[in-house]
Nanobody
Framework: VQLQASGGGLVQAGGSLRLSCASSGFIFGRYTMGWFRRAPGEEREFVAGIGWTGTNTTYADSVKGRFTVSRDNAKNMVYLQMNTLKPEDTAVYYC???????????????????WGRGTQVTVSS
């Protein structure tokens, strides 16, 4: 399993970023995909998840209405559109794949794998 997140950067509060995650090494269309983040000194936190067909999505309360997760099964890509960014969104963002194929979205990091290097998002006030 190889996952590579990209698209992070430095943005002012209220701005937007779009993260991308390129996936390989597994049959992408069989797995629920997700985004997590880790701020300095904090635990890894679930941000958003999307089911294997793209129909079902789940978001952390802290990002609902601001972030949108999507996927392109033909390209083995998952995306995270982040709008109205806040300083508290500052973190390293990781994409991940559920451990088990055709399983639902769960927020516990232990249920996921393939974190990769992540991409830094910094939101200035």
């Amino acid at each position: 399993v190889q996952l590579q997140a990209s698209g992070g950067g430095l943005v002012q509060a209220g701005g937007s970023l779009r993260l991308s995650c390129a996936s390989s090494g597994f049959i992408f269309g069989r797995y629920t995909m997700g985004w997590f983040r880790r701020a300095p000194g904090e635990e890894r936190e679930f941000v958003a998840g999307i089911g294997w067909t793209g129909t079902n999505t789940t978001y952390a309360d802290s990002v609902k209405g601001r972030f949108t997760v999507s996927r392109d099964n033909a390209k083995n890509m998952v995306y995270l559109q982040m709008n109205t960014l806040k300083p508290e969104d500052t973190a390293v963002y990781y994409c991940a794949r559920k451990l088990i194929s055709y399983s639902g979205i769960t927020p516990a990091a232990i249920d996921w794998r393939g974190w990769g290097r992540g991409t830094q998002v910094t939101v200035s006030s």
